[in-house]
């Protein structure tokens, strides 16, 4: 069974830093492309950015494109979301995903396995 668990998360200032972790046990990491997406309450979930295997791709939103970095460290298992200059629209549960496709994909219906996700709220 693979799963995912994200940290990291909490309460900061507009302008801090955040680093999201994601480590995924039960399956071949390397194998998978992974993202990270956010949602908001009765908001649909968007994706933040993407990283294929072997960081082939590497994709991220209009939104994170000058301020976060996607990396992931197959021998550990985990994929980061480093967030730099956070605004308060940054505020959202962030979900860290898994997909086993042969494309890489950045379209939530794409990646087969979630983690829990962690809040991020950004204050002023």
């Known amino acids: 069974q693979v799963q995912l668990v994200e940290s990291g998360g909490g309460l900061v200032q507009a302008g801090d830093s955040v680093r999201l972790s994601c480590v995924v046990s039960?399956?071949?990491?390397?194998?998978?492309?992974m993202g990270w997406f956010r949602q908001n309450p009765g908001k649909e979930r968007d994706v933040v950015a993407a990283?294929?295997?072997?960081?082939?791709?590497?994709w991220r939103s209009e939104s994170a494109m000058c301020r976060f970095t996607i990396s992931r460290d197959d021998a550990a298992n985990t994929v980061y979301l480093q967030m730099n200059g956070l605004k308060l629209e940054d505020t959202a549960f962030y979900y860290c995903a898994a997909g086993d496709g042969a494309q890489f994909e950045i379209r939530p219906h794409a990646y087969n396995y979630w983690g829990q996700g962690t809040q991020v709220t950004v204050s002023s």
């Open positions: 039960g399956g071949t990491f390397s194998s998978y492309n």
């Open positions: 990283v294929g295997r072997e960081s082939a791709h590497i």
